[in-house]
């Protein structure tokens, strides 16, 4: 609706234009057009303090307004400073503009060689949705000034107050129209356009190749991306949300997150005052009774990812029509239960990681679809009516402001598996694909070279193929069905291997797998093999085929039964001709053919 050019272009451009947020406070209102809202007041509050060297900026703008990139690295070296044997700063990776990407790290006695379990709080991936930014802030502050010297004492903390740097920066009171505040905000995408959380598996983003070396370098208990929502209205301000245990590859992990983490955390919200909530979606934008989407992370998301690697993670996500300052102090609440939670829970969370990293599935599911059956739960909505549109010429939603308690709404989840893979024993990769090489060892997933000669192994035979439409983050994701074959004995020579027995072995089948939604193969990262390159001229290709049939009676009697029975192929010369070429053996061996090769046991 709002145009972008209502800023001037060359501040939306420049690299280092930064905009103070207070200055920019402006009589404007953003959110004139939102549902109304219900009024809020909670415990929470009383965090906000009004004074002290370490008052954050959010504070100083009575909760209104987010600091840029530069403020927020200078408050980052404030904290630092104040509790300098506490806290200490890592730049863990350079953004395409050329940004340092930092993260915090905080642990007793200044060091994470100690019995702790350590905590992964991420801010700022998608950057207009940077609540936990001011929050993590406020606790970390908090812990410097010695209100909360008891969080230290039972666990380590990593924070990375801004993963999108670029798209921070990017900042406008128009980046986000469904979201009330902060005042100004940055953009979802980086400075390419990519959005990190789709960059799991393929890893084309600085940002998102930063938090892989992270989570290898650091190897965190626990992984929490905090984001907020789009969508519909309802009561809650915090919601969250993890793996189901039916869709888990890591269903213990998600087990205790269920039985232990959720029920701490919501009632913690709940005595602060907030209204804590499932991670859910619409069906139906136009028609909310119609029910709820139950919707599974495939691993390119940070949880779906995270669920592959055994890591347990929580996606938050505020609720956007909440006003910012309510949003902050709620993921205050969030961070510091998830804290509580840890180390209250941390051996039933460990047992259960250490389980889930020595057990591989026979088989991994790659594609869900909505189930037709519906669960049904309790939810607190809100009131809305329909009116019709002469912008849209339909039916459309006006959210009213009321409280509505649904007792039975229905909520469709991704249940219905709809395609499965076999769990290989290992993967070949041939030299050339040394860039796949370097992604699996970024993720951290073991691969060794090897020679020699090698008995069954499988090809996968592209059958039939489509590509995408459009480009999808960047890429031509391209989708296929395989015909398997086995391989006579193979010589390999200075090929890669990579078995599944390892920790990271339900990672490696997804991003190998060609089936797999996320797969290096979806993304189109073998997508040359769907290209001809050498040429036949018919008059060479015809007497060559004439003498091949002439010394094969089999392949001569094919080629007439074909012509018998396919009248299309009968009245085609370039069907026939190309058909016989394919029999001769200057055809390309490597057509349609996915390079890397599977063993099963
Ligand atoms: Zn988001």
Redesign the pocket.
């Known amino acids: 609706m709002f145009s972008p050019m209502l800023r001037a272009p060359s501040v939306l451009l420049s690299t280092f234009a930064f905009i103070t947020s207070f200055s920019a406070i402006s009589a404007f209102s953003t959110d004139a057009h939102l549902p109304p809202l219900i009024k809020w007041q909670g415990q929470s509050e009383k965090l906000m303090t009004t004074s002290g060297a370490l008052l954050t900026d959010f504070e100083k703008s009575l909760g209104k307004a987010t600091p840029d990139y530069v403020n927020t690295m200078e408050y980052l070296d404030k904290l630092a400073l104040s509790n300098n044997k506490q806290f200490s700063i890592k730049i863990i990776g350079k953004s395409a503009q050329g940004r340092d990407i930092k993260m915090l790290i905080a642990s007793e006695k200044g060091t994470l060689s100690n019995n702790k379990p350590t905590v992964l709080f991420q801010a700022g991936?998608?950057s207009g949705?940077i609540d936990g930014k001011d929050a993590t802030f406020m606790l970390l502050r908090d812990i410097s000034e010695g209100k909360r010297d008891d969080i230290l004492k039972r666990v380590n903390i990593l924070f990375i107050p801004i993963l999108n740097v670029d798209g921070h920066e990017r900042s406008s009171q128009f980046n986000r129209i469904n979201q009330r505040g902060p005042i100004e905000m940055g953009f979802r995408t980086n400075a390419n356009n990519l959005n990190l959380?789709r960059d799991y598996t393929k890893l084309d983003t600085p940002g998102v190749k930063a938090i892989v070396s992270v989570v290898n370098k650091y190897n965190p208990d626990l992984y929490i991306d905090i984001?907020?929502t789009d969508g519909a209205d309802y009561q809650y301000d915090i919601t969250y949300g993890y793996m189901p245990v039916f869709a888990s590859e890591s269903p213990l992990i998600s087990k205790v997150l269920d039985d232990k983490f959720k029920p701490l955390l919501d009632n913690k919200l709940a005595k602060s005052g907030h209204i804590p909530g499932p991670l859910v979606f619409v069906m139906n934008k136009r028609d909310f009774k119609q029910g709820l989407a139950g919707w599974v992370a495939t691993p390119r998301y940070s949880n779906g990812w995270g669920d592959l690697r055994n890591l347990p993670t929580i996606l938050v996500e505020n609720h956007s029509l909440k006003p910012y300052k309510q949003r902050v102090l709620g993921t205050y609440v969030f961070i510091d239960g998830v804290i509580d939670a840890l180390s209250k829970y941390e051996s039933e969370l460990s047992s259960a990681v250490k389980h889930e990293q020595t057990h591989l599935p026979k088989e991994l599911a790659v594609q869900r679809g909505y189930s037709k059956q519906a669960d049904l739960i309790s939810f607190k909505g809100i009131k809305y009516e329909t009116f019709h549109s002469e912008l849209s010429n339909h039916k459309e939603v006006r959210y009213i402001g009321e409280k509505i308690q649904y007792d039975n709404l229905p909520i469709f989840w991704q249940k219905d598996v709809k395609a499965t893979v076999k769990v290989p024993k290992a993967y070949y990769i041939p030299s050339q694909y040394s860039n796949i090489v370097s992604n699996l060892k970024l993720q951290g997933i073991e691969v060794t070279q090897v020679n020699g000669k090698f008995n069954s192994l499988k090809q996968g035979i592209v059958t039939d193929f489509e590509f995408d439409k459009m480009p999808f983050e960047g890429r031509m994701r391209v989708s296929a069905s395989f015909d398997y074959s086995d391989l006579p004995q193979t010589q390999l020579t200075n090929w890669y291997k990579v078995e599944t027995s390892q920790v990271l072995g339900k990672l490696a089948v997804h991003l190998l797998q060609p089936e797999a939604i996320d797969s290096f193969f979806k993304w189109g990262e073998f997508n040359t093999i769907f290209q001809r390159t050498e040429y036949v001229e018919n008059y060479a290709l015809v007497p060559f085929a004439n003498e091949m049939l002439e010394n094969n009676p089999a392949l001569a009697k094919e080629f007439k039964q074909k012509l018998a029975i396919d009248n299309d192929f009968k009245n085609n010369e370039k069907a026939r001709l190309n058909w016989l070429y394919q029999q001769t053996p200057f055809y390309d061996k490597s057509y349609l053919k996915y390079p890397i090769l599977i063993e099963y046991k």
């Open positions: 991936i998608h949705e959380n984001h907020v």
